[in-house]
């Protein structure tokens, strides 16, 4: 197959840990031709949707691990799959990027996950859809309401809605001397609307990582948990990675999302699991595929490979 990888910068991987890169090496593994581009090089042009993409050869080393041949322009169509794989944010340029992925999927072309899914599915409101999961939650621009919700439950998570790696998640107390500073941070002065959850003392047994591939779930999570005086298990914060098995509550969220995700165009998701609550449903470049096979051998882009290609028959 000709796969098309849509990514950040090639350069800017860390391929020991990098999920986009653990699903290249299982495709070129399997006889796959590996295309890669950016954002930029997605194009509408004579009503046909481009992609400015050069075909990658894994080298196999570190640093130099590819070979980048000259780029060309190809209409989406002519891959076999596009794989959307460029990191949070989702500004504005992550929205028109669906929207050209989008036009391409009406061309003919197969993206993966459906570009009109990840732009529907905001990852931090996504947990919302399912409240029988969910902790406590505001959404809201307001202080009134943010105070509100602080004084009922008295230590909460405030966070953007398009963050990645625990950008700009504050935990603030009803006591906190900050307060007023933190709320005014994090909501622009009342200009972004933001995330209220009810904190999670369960967070120091880690954030879990459940992975959904074509509905079903990869056997194993990735715990995320934080390094000591921090409240975020997120990798990029500083967390550390501990495989385990589901738990029988991870289980029951992946049975009831799991299928509805899958019927939308979402091929991989990546949920966060805190204790029991389902705190976010990642639909853009959900990661974690590396730290779970070196921990447990299972080969979580080998499942991946073979979802996407039953999606392709």
Not at 41 to 50: M, P, S
């Amino acid at each position: 197959m000709k796969l098309a990888f849509v990514v950040d910068p090639l350069d800017s991987f860390k391929i020991y840990k990098d999920t986009t890169f653990a699903i290249m090496r299982e495709a070129a593994a399997r006889g796959h031709r590996l295309f890669a581009m950016e954002q930029e090089d997605l194009a509408l042009r004579r009503g046909t949707v481009y992609g400015n993409a050069s075909r990658i050869h894994l080298t196999g080393r570190k640093p130099g691990w590819y070979r980048r041949e000259k780029a060309a322009a190809k209409p989406l169509k002519d891959f076999d799959a596009v794989l959307m794989r460029k990191d949070p944010p989702f500004d504005m340029e992550y929205v028109y990027s669906t929207y050209l992925l989008e036009m391409g999927e009406a061309q003919g072309a197969r993206v993966i996950n459906r570009p009109g899914a990840i732009r529907d599915w905001n990852e931090k409101l996504g947990a919302v859809r399912f409240p029988q999961f969910a902790p406590p939650t505001v959404v809201t621009r307001r202080e009134a309401l943010i105070r509100e919700f602080l004084a009922e439950h008295r230590d909460v998570i405030l966070k953007p809605l398009d963050g990645m790696g625990g950008a700009s998640v504050f935990r603030v107390r009803r006591d906190d001397p900050n307060v007023n500073v933190i709320i005014e941070t994090v909501t622009h002065y009342g200009r972004r609307t933001i995330m209220a959850q009810r904190y999670l003392p369960e967070i120091r047994d880690g954030d879990k990582r459940v992975l959904v591939i074509g509905g079903r779930p990869v056997p194993h999570c990735l715990a995320r948990i934080p390094k000591p005086g921090e409240t975020r298990g997120n990798l990029a914060a500083g967390g550390t990675g501990v495989a385990r098995a589901l738990t029988k509550r991870d289980r029951e969220i992946v049975a009831k999302l799991g299928p509805v995700l899958h019927k939308e165009g979402l091929l991989l998701v990546g949920l966060d699991v805190i204790g029991d609550y389902l705190t976010e449903v990642n639909v853009t470049s959900p990661t974690c595929f590396q730290e779970i096979t070196e921990q447990t051998g299972f080969n979580v882009s080998g499942m991946f490979l073979d979802a996407l290609q039953q999606a392709l028959r």
